[in-house]
T-cell receptor
Framework: LAKTTQPISMDSYEGQEVNITCSHN???????ITWYQQFPSQGPRFIIQ???TKVTNEVASLFIPADRKSSTLSLPRVSLSDTAVYYCLVGDGTGTASKLTFGTGTRLQVTL | EAGVAQSPRYKIIEKRQSVAFWCNPISGHATLYWYQQILGQGPKLLIQ????????DSQLPKDRFSAERLKGVDSTLKIQPAKLEDSAVYLCASSLRPREQYFGPGTRLTVT
C-alpha cells in the first residue's frame, strides 16, 4: 500500500499560485510530512516539512489539516524556474520502520 | 558550505563488469544515504548509514550490491556484477536532521 498519493502532473502559468495536494491516509503518529523538489539531472532538494497546521518558509507553505491524512504544498507566484518534480514524503526518517519513501512525484510544468 | 560530492558523474560499463561510486558527505553530517533513481521514477533508498553503522539496508540487493562507510565519513557503493537493469542514477545524500537530506549531483550509470 503506497504511503502517499499525489497527482502525476500539473500545469500552471507564470505568476499563479500552485497547490499540490498529497494524500497519506495511513500516516502514523510520529510521521512528519516532507516535500522535496527535483530539477532534471540534479538530486532532490528539501523544500519544507511539517507535522500539523501550517508551516511557511521563504520558498513555500505547507498546509496540514487536523486529521493529517492529506497535505497541500503551496507555491506562491510560480516562475518558469519552478518547473520540476515535487515529491511528498511521509515518515520520521529515523530508521527502517518509518523510512522516507519517494513516490513518483508530481511533475509541475510552468509556462508563460 | 560545500555540498555532497560524488564521483564519477557518468559511467558506462558492460554487463557483468564491476563498478564503484564514491561519496563525500557534508562535513558533520552523521547520516548518509545511497539512492537508486531509475528514469521516470522517484529515488529508491538502497542503504542508510548512521556514522559508520548500517541503519537500513532492506532494499539493497545484497547479492550484487555492497556499500561501506569508512570512519563515518566517505562512502563507496559497489555493484558486482552489473546487470542491464542497474542502469540508473545513483544518488548520495547526507543529513544532520532525519528528514532534511542534502543530495549530491548523482552518478549516471549505463550498463550495456
Amino acid at each position: 500500500l503506497a504511503k502517499t498519493t499525489q497527482p502525476i502532473s500539473m500545469d500552471s502559468y507564470e505568476g499563479q499560485e500552485v497547490n499540490i495536494t498529497c494524500s497519506h491516509n495511513n500516516i502514523a503518529t510520529n510521521d512528519y510530512i516532507t516535500w522535496y523538489q527535483q530539477f532534471p539531472s540534479q538530486g532532490p532538494r528539501f523544500i519544507i516539512q511539517g507535522y500539523k497546521t501550517k508551516v511557511t518558509n521563504e520558498v513555500a507553505s505547507l498546509f496540514i489539516p487536523a486529521d493529517r491524512k492529506s497535505s497541500t504544498l503551496s507555491l506562491p507566484r510560480v516562475s518558469l524556474s519552478d518547473t520540476a518534480v515535487y515529491y511528498c514524503l511521509v515518515g520520521d526518517g529515523t530508521g527502517t520502520a518509518s523510512k522516507l519513501t519517494f513516490g513518483t512525484g508530481t511533475r509541475l510544468q510552468v509556462t508563460l | 558550505e560545500a555540498g555532497v560530492a560524488q564521483s564519477p558523474r557518468y559511467k558506462i560499463i558492460e554487463k557483468r563488469q564491476s563498478v564503484a561510486f564514491w561519496c563525500n558527505p557534508i562535513s558533520g553530517h552523521a547520516t548518509l544515504y545511497w539512492y537508486q533513481q531509475i528514469l521516470g521514477q522517484g529515488p529508491k533508498l538502497l542503504i542508510q548509514f548512521q556514522n559508520n553503522g548500517v541503519v537500513d539496508d532492506s532494499q539493497l540487493p545484497k547479492d550484487r550490491f555492497s556499500a561501506e562507510r569508512l570512519k563515518g565519513v566517505d562512502s563507496t557503493l559497489k555493484i558486482q556484477p552489473a546487470k542491464l537493469e542497474d542502469s540508473a542514477v545513483y544518488l548520495c545524500a547526507s543529513s544532520l536532521r532525519p528528514r532534511e537530506q542534502y543530495f549530491g549531483p548523482g552518478t549516471r550509470l549505463t550498463v550495456t
